[in-house]
C-alpha cells in the first residue's frame, strides 16, 4: 500500500545514546520533513529535504542530523539524546516544499530517560 | 517568529452547532493557508486549504475564509459532529517556503 511509515512507534532512549527514527515513503515524492510535536508548541520543523542527497534546516535543527541517500527514506537521528528531545516526531512527504498538502506519518513517540 | 497564531488552546461546541476556529498570521510572503486535523495517537491529515488570492473555499461541512487585510484565517464547520473532536492546526506555506504550523486548538463536540 502506498503511504507513508514511519518506525518505531515509540522508543525509550537513554541520555547520551544515538537514536535514529525511520521514515519510508512509497508515493515518490519529492520533499520529506521531519515535524516535533510538544505541548505548548504545536508542531515545529526540523529538517526538510527537497531530493536526494539535497537537505535544509527548519526552526529546530539543532541536536539532530539527517540524510537522504534515497527519495524514498529520510532517517532522523539524534547524535546524543537530551531529556529534551522527549517528543512526538513526525515525519511527513509533499509534491511541494509548502503550497500542497504534505502527508503525515504516524508518529514516532521518544523518550528519553 | 511565530508566523502563525493559534490563540484559542481549545474549544467545545455542541453537536450540531457551527465550529469557528480561529488563525492570525504575520506577514505576508506565504501563498497557502492549510488545515490539519489530527486525533490522539496518529499523524495529522489534511482537511481543507485556501490560496492567499482567494476569500473562500468550502469542502463539505468545512468552510475556510481568509480576511487579507486583517491577516486572519478561520475554518468553520458546520453542523459539528462527535467525530470532529480532534485538534486542529492551521498552517501556512509557500512554494520557497516548508509549512509552519501554529499550535494548535483542541476542538470538543458534546453530544
Known amino acids: 500500500d502506498a503511504g507513508i511509515t514511519q518506525s518505531p512507534r515509540y522508543k525509550i532512549t537513554e541520555t547520551g545514546r544515538q537514536v535514529t527514527l525511520m521514515c519510508h515513503q512509497t508515493w515518490s515524492h519529492s520533499y520529506m520533513f521531519w515535524y516535533r510535536q510538544d505541548l505548548g508548541h504545536g508542531l515545529r520543523l526540523i529538517y526538510y529535504s527537497a531530493a536526494a542527497d539535497i537537505t535544509d534546516k527548519g526552526e529546530v535543527p539543532d541536536g539532530y542530523v539527517v540524510s537522504r541517500s534515497k527519495t524514498e527514506n529520510f532517517p532522523l537521528t539524534l547524535e546524543s539524546a537530551t531529556r529534551s528531545q522527549t517528543s512526538v516526531y513526525f515525519c511527513?512527504?509533499?509534491?511541494?516544499?509548502?503550497?500542497?498538502?504534505?502527508?503525515f506519518g504516524q508518529g514516532t513517540r521518544l523518550t528519553v530517560v | 517568529d511565530q508566523q502563525v497564531k493559534q490563540n484559542s488552546p481549545s474549544l467545545s461546541v455542541q453537536e450540531g452547532r457551527i465550529s469557528i476556529l480561529n488563525c492570525d498570521y504575520t506577514?505576508?510572503?506565504?501563498?497557502?493557508f492549510l488545515w490539519y486535523k489530527k486525533y490522539p495517537a496518529e499523524g495529522p491529515t489534511f482537511l481543507i486549504s485556501?490560496?492567499?488570492?482567494?476569500d473562500k473555499n468550502e469542502d463539505g461541512r468545512f468552510t475556510v475564509f481568509l480576511n487579507k487585510s486583517a491577516k486572519h484565517l478561520s475554518l468553520h464547520i458546520v453542523p459539528s459532529q462527535p467525530g470532529d473532536s480532534a485538534v486542529y492546526f492551521c498552517?501556512?506555506?509557500?512554494?520557497?517556503?516548508?509549512?509552519?504550523f501554529g499550535k494548535g486548538t483542541r476542538l470538543s463536540v458534546i453530544a
Open positions: 498552517s501556512r506555506g509557500s512554494g520557497n517556503t516548508p509549512l509552519v
Open positions: 485556501i490560496s492567499s488570492i482567494k
Open positions: 506577514n505576508s510572503m506565504f501563498d497557502y
Open positions: 511527513a512527504s509533499s509534491e511541494s516544499r509548502g503550497f500542497t498538502e504534505a502527508f
